[in-house]
């Protein structure tokens, strides 16, 4: 009887340890993000953590898309209108900006878990000190469109909302195809106005949407060359001698809210480019939401906003 005692107390202590470190693995979830080197790797993060900590805009659109904003402590600032109700919640602490974030005021909010994007790479090990940090970005090369489904459910597989994502990115695909429509056997330059100069933008960085996705032939800058950045300085001789058939520009000043900085559109009509076909036929296409395709690409409502700059715009052309 003793035995039968003893194999059963030890039977049940067995279960019991199971038991916890079944309910220990279950208290996280692994994902692919990637490290402060820009490498895909794999990270431990807290299931459904409680307590967030945002210093990336399109991190902080997917989680809001998601219905998780409550549960944001803390937040780097932004000017964009769709997130203000987050940012400006008295509730959730400022953490600097998307490029330099206050390390004490992270700390302080004791967050679960950290998302940045590449900005602020560079700290993803001091970061690190605090909680998991899960680093996204948008992959040139995926394209935004797949960036931003491939991002939001990594999010959403966090706290098991994986099936929420389809729903949200509805419509995209469709919207997509009309603008493909309108781009068919036409040429383009992106171009980024910034410090009164004109760069111009390939298809492997920023504003990638209007080439790679849309579908415009981007004849601005060959294809080997390092753009991702902010572009590559340009004349006006040469956005004559491209003539292209569209000229698409972000305003990056505007975006960043550089004081006393001159409207793209002074810039970049002078009497060079009113000599192209792009600005004689009306198609020069400013992007009416500069502050999102500069600092917020990669988010759910930032793609529906980017989508909209470019259907107004040419629907109207």
Known sequence: ?????????????????????????SDT????????????????????PQRIAILDMASLDILDSLGLSDRVVG?????????????????????????EADMEAVMACEPDIIFIGGRLSASYDALSEIAPVVYLSTDSELGVVESVRKNATTIASIFGLEAQVEEKMAGF???????QEISKDKTAIVGLVTSGGFNVLGNDG????IGREVGFNNIGVDANIDTSTH?????????????????FVMDRDAAIATEGAKLAQEIVENE????????????IVYLAHPAVWYTAEGGITA???????????????
């Open 173 to 179: 695909a469709d919207r997509i195809s009309a603008l």
């Open 272 to 283: 060079l480019v009113m000599g192209t076909d792009a600005y004689k036929n009306g198609n």
């Open 75 to 99: 937040s780097a600032g932004t000017t964009l209108d769709y997130l203000q109700h987050v940012v400006t919640d008295e509730n959730v602490v400022n953490l600097g900006t998307i490029k």
């Open 29 to 48: 979830v692994t994902i692919t993000a990637l490290n402060g080197s820009g490498e895909a790797v794999e990270l431990s993060v807290p299931r459904d």
């Open 206 to 209: 920023r504003c990638t949407l």
């Open 303 to 317: 793609l529906d906003i980017m989508l909209q700059d470019l259907e107004t715009e040419l629907a109207a052309a």
């Open 231 to 247: 572009g590559n300085e340009a004349s006006f001789e040469f956005v004559v001698e491209k003539n292209p058939d569209y000229i």
């Open 1 to 25: 009887m003793k035995r039968f005692i003893s194999l059963m107390m030890s039977a049940l202590l067995v279960l019991g340890l199971c038991a916890v470190a079944s309910a220990e693995a």
